[in-house]
């Protein structure tokens, strides 16, 4: 229960951080891809935001 309450942290500042500096690195984008099987709803919709953000050029990756 932990380990996924510390994830759902991680999950919403890595989306915090993205909107707010308007980048992600790869490494933590492919990393949110991969954990969007796995995720909650809430998790899911957050995952899509910075989907749709990156498509859309509002936020770059970064390496």
Excluded: W
Excluded at 12 to 27: E, G, H, P, R, W
Aim: charged share 30%; proline share 2%.
């Amino acid at each position: 229960m932990k380990a996924h309450k510390k994830k759902d942290i991680s999950l919403v500042d890595q989306y915090l951080n993205a909107s707010c500096f308007n980048k992600i690195s790869d490494t933590t984008y492919q990393s949110m891809l991969n954990y969007e099987s796995k995720a909650d709803p809430i998790e899911k919709k957050l995952i899509t935001r910075i989907k749709e953000q990156v498509r859309h050029g509002k936020v770059v990756l970064s390496s």
